[in-house]
């Protein structure tokens, strides 16, 4: 168990409305990534951090951002949700040993 | 443009038989390839990774390959079991410090019938 947390687990809201995602880690490791994940499209990098307050964008940033103020945690933010942002998303956390990639367990976003 | 494929959305095979599921890239010049598995509802989990400089790689029933002149990733489960029925992504690494330069395969569901 990579001790990575999302939270919440499965949310429904409406379009236009602000939503947050939460990922915790308990492994205090230095980089941490949003994907999202899509029937067809595979995993797709939405935001990474490199450490506290040092972000930077992926392949599919538009109309999401990110915050990272403790090492901990890693905040995905939709600042006004809408149809095509219906996904799911996981955090993950990589070992910069290994390459390894330690996923969450997901957040499944609906909106409506 | 980058693009990874792999061969097939779906692969049933018999119990006990061999699994074979592939995947192809294009324009990418990967330092590692990596295969994941992803159970419904969860997270992918991370099973092997292989260099560009390693040929094949074992761990315990599973076996994968590296061909960077054909671009291809051959991940063989051998004696397989129902246990072993998920959804397999394969993904091309750049070998950076940061994970941000992985690209991920879309998966194959595999089901193994008893």
């Known amino acids: 168990d990579a001790g990575i947390t999302q939270s919440p687990r499965h949310k429904v809201t409406e379009t236009g409305t602000p939503v947050t995602l939460r990922c915790h880690q308990t492994?205090?490791?230095?980089?941490m990534y949003w994907y999202r994940q899509d029937p067809g499209h595979g995993l797709r990098l939405i935001h990474y951090?490199?450490?506290?307050?040092?972000?930077d964008k992926g392949e599919v940033s538009d109309g999401y951002s990110v915050s990272r103020s403790k090492t901990e945690d890693f905040l995905l933010t939709l600042e006004s949700a809408t149809s095509s942002q219906t996904s799911v998303y996981f955090c993950?956390?990589?070992?910069?040993?290994?390459?390894?990639?330690?996923f969450g367990e997901g957040s499944r976003l609906t909106v409506l | 443009s980058q693009k990874i494929e792999q061969n097939s959305e779906a692969l049933n095979i018999q119990e006990g038989k061999t699994a074979t599921l592939t995947c192809n890239y294009t324009?990418?010049?990967?330092?590692?390839l990596q295969w994941y598995r992803q159970d419904p509802g969860r997270g992918p989990v991370f099973l092997l990774l292989i260099r560009e400089n390693e040929k094949e790689k074992r761990k315990e029933r599973l076996k994968v390959t590296f061909d960077t002149t054909l671009k291809q990733s051959l991940f063989h489960i051998t004696a397989s079991q129902p246990a072993d029925s998920a959804t397999y992504l394969c993904a091309l690494d750049k070998g950076y410090s940061s994970a941000s330069k992985i690209i991920f395969g879309s998966g194959t569901r595999l089901s193994i019938r008893p």
């Open positions: 324009n990418y010049s990967p330092a590692y």
């Open positions: 492994e205090n490791h230095r980089y």
């Open positions: 993950a956390i990589s070992d910069t040993n290994t390459g390894e990639l330690f």
């Open positions: 951090s490199y450490g506290v307050k040092d972000t």
